[in-house]
């Protein structure tokens, strides 16, 4: 049975925008109560990727993170070139989701960890060599703001990826900006920022200001050694998460 039919269609697509935070949490705990309810069973397809991203109002990969899940849990299939279907009505237990989760949320962020290590270094160093002043200072920016404000107020902005975003730009080489930009936006739809302790947070933020520094003194090898210093921070704080790691 497909989904998209008038009288299903409207009842997945009748929830509001899930919350910023845990946004493929929300997702996950709507779909599991349309199965309950009796309104979702085995056979039924979802519709297209791009409906349910614009009517939960959140991105592909915040999407893809909570079907992936589900699907992980045999409560969802992905049939290659004709979508997603129901597999499986059984009920989950709230805390074995969460936990198995968690589980795969840290494998989730260590596996972009590493992807982002090695193209955010070479572009930071690419950055040195060719970002223009209007570049360099779209770098700085969200640097002198985010120093403004207190750990917490900070981590509730978009600023770090704004950072991390001007970097990637101001490499020049638009292939490489690219995939950092899919990375990023992988990262966002993990929520990364709970998974680093508020007290790591405001340390991790500092260091933006050497890698700044670096590039606008043209330092290549300058720059590549200092965002490799920050990624191995950030691996330290991702490691001091209290999710369950096994």
Same mark, same amino acid.
């Given at each position: 049975?497909?989904?998209?039919?008038?009288?299903?269609?409207?009842?997945? /697509? *009748?929830?509001?925008?899930?919350?910023? $935070?845990?946004?493929?949490?929300?997702?996950?705990?709507?779909?599991?109560?349309?199965?309950? *309810?009796?309104?979702?069973?085995?056979?039924? =397809?979802?519709?297209p990727e791009r409906v349910l991203a614009d009517r939960w109002q959140v991105s592909r990969?915040?999407?893809?993170? !909570?079907?992936?899940?589900?699907?992980?849990?045999?409560? $969802?299939?992905?049939?290659?070139?004709?979508?997603? %279907?129901?597999? *499986?009505?059984?009920?989950?237990?709230?805390?074995?989701?969460?936990?198995?989760?968690?589980?795969?949320?840290?494998?989730?962020?260590?596996?972009?960890?590493?992807?982002?290590? /090695?193209?955010?270094?070479? @572009? #930071?160093?690419? #950055?040195?060599?060719? @970002?223009?002043?209007?570049?360099?200072?779209?770098?700085?920016?969200?640097?002198?703001?985010?120093?403004?404000m207190a750990a917490p107020d900070s981590r509730e902005t978009d600023l770090n990826m704004e950072i991390h975003t001007a970097v990637a730009l101001a490499s020049g080489n638009? %292939? /490489?900006?690219?995939?950092? /930009?899919? !990375?990023?936006?992988? %990262?966002?739809?993990?929520?990364? =920022?709970? @998974? $680093?302790?508020?007290?790591?947070?405001?340390?991790?933020?500092?260091?933006?200001?050497?890698? @700044?520094?670096?590039?606008?003194?043209? *330092?290549?090898?300058?720059?590549?050694?200092?965002?490799?210093?920050?990624?191995?921070?950030?691996?330290?704080?991702?490691? =001091?998460?209290?999710?369950?790691?096994?």
């Open positions: 049975m497909v989904l998209e039919t008038p009288e299903k269609a409207d009842s997945i /697509l *009748s929830f509001s925008p899930v919350k910023a $935070v845990l946004r493929h949490q929300s997702i996950i705990e709507q779909i599991m109560g349309l199965i309950e *309810s009796g309104t979702l069973r085995v056979g039924d =397809k979802f519709p990969p915040v999407l893809r993170e !909570a079907f992936r899940v589900l699907q992980s849990q045999g409560i $969802v299939e992905s049939r290659h070139g004709d979508g997603r %279907y129901v597999r *499986s009505v059984r009920a989950l237990d709230a805390n074995d989701l969460r936990r198995r989760h968690l589980i795969d949320r840290r494998q989730s962020l260590l596996q972009i960890w590493e992807v982002r290590t /090695l193209l955010e270094v070479q @572009a #930071a160093r690419l #950055a040195a060599v060719n @970002a223009s002043e209007e570049q360099i200072r779209a770098i700085e920016r969200p640097i002198i703001l985010m120093g403004e638009d %292939y /490489l900006a690219q995939m950092i /930009l899919m !990375a990023l936006e992988e %990262y966002r739809a993990l929520d990364f =920022k709970e @998974a $680093v302790p508020i007290e790591e947070w405001k340390g991790l933020q500092e260091e933006h200001w050497p890698i @700044a520094r670096a590039i606008r003194s043209r *330092s290549a090898e300058r720059a590549g050694t200092v965002m490799t210093q920050h990624f191995e921070d950030l691996k330290r704080a991702l490691d =001091k998460w209290s999710g369950p790691t096994n």
